[in-house]
């Protein structure tokens, strides 16, 4: 089974602020999803990664396949970024086999 | 845009009680999940299905059963809900192997 691992597990950063939360996972996988979920909300998926690197506004997301590795950065942090990043690694097989980090909880003050 | 409706948000039952939570998606998907999501275990696949009728256990499968009638809908029942069963139920759908997840938006569950 994937064990996957996000840290930090509490983020705090002031507005503005260049953010990065990290994702490494143990076994080989066919892709590589990061999902935001709002106080109170639902979970809204932000990117969904098998190689290298794709952007969306302010948001970035990187895999490295070699080293295991993920990074979800935000550039120039806002307050309303504040939520729970999770990590989620998708196996080689169905796609029920998807295993989740427990999540980043990031606090974006003014 | 993608739609998975999740028909309580907030539900709150009686110990020994069966419940049903049901699920909606308007995408023609063929794969749908349910998970619970519990304070510092992350989200645990209870069930999935991969197509109308068919169902498979996930991780957490004891206390739950599904039914998957028609292809836009998914249930989860509790068959005698017990104060464990506390938790946040999220719903996702999925199109095919490396595809985003899309997310109901939960139904808190509380069972005294």
């Known amino acids: 089974k994937n064990e996957v691992e996000q840290s930090p597990q509490n983020l705090t950063a002031q507005e503005g602020e260049f953010i990065t939360i990290n994702c490494s996972y143990s076994v080989g996988i066919s892709a590589l999803h990061w999902l935001q979920q709002h106080p109170g909300g639902g979970i809204v998926s932000l990117f969904m990664l098998s190689s290298g690197k794709k952007k969306h506004g302010r948001l970035i997301a990187t895999i490295n396949i070699q080293e295991k590795h993920s990074s979800l950065h935000i550039t120039a942090s806002h307050p309303r970024d504040s939520a729970v990043y999770i990590c989620?690694?998708?196996?080689?097989?169905?796609?029920?086999?998807?295993?989740f980090g427990t999540g980043t909880r990031l606090q974006v003050t003014l | 845009d993608v739609k998975v409706t999740q028909s309580s948000r907030y539900l709150v039952k009686r110990t020994g009680e069966k419940v049903f939570l049901e699920c909606v998606q308007d995408m023609d998907h063929e794969n749908m999940f349910w998970y619970r999501q519990d304070p510092g275990l992350g989200l645990r696949l209870i069930y999935f299905s991969y197509d109308v009728k068919m169902k498979e256990k996930g991780d957490i499968p004891e206390g739950y059963s599904v039914s998957r009638e028609k292809k836009e809908r998914f249930s989860l029942i509790l068959e005698s809900a017990s104060t464990n069963q506390t938790s946040m139920y999220l719903c996702a759908s999925l199109d095919r192997l490396n595809s985003p997840l899309h997310f109901g938006n939960g139904t808190r569950l509380t069972v005294t």
């Open positions: 989620a690694v998708g196996g080689t097989g169905t796609a029920s086999k998807l295993t």
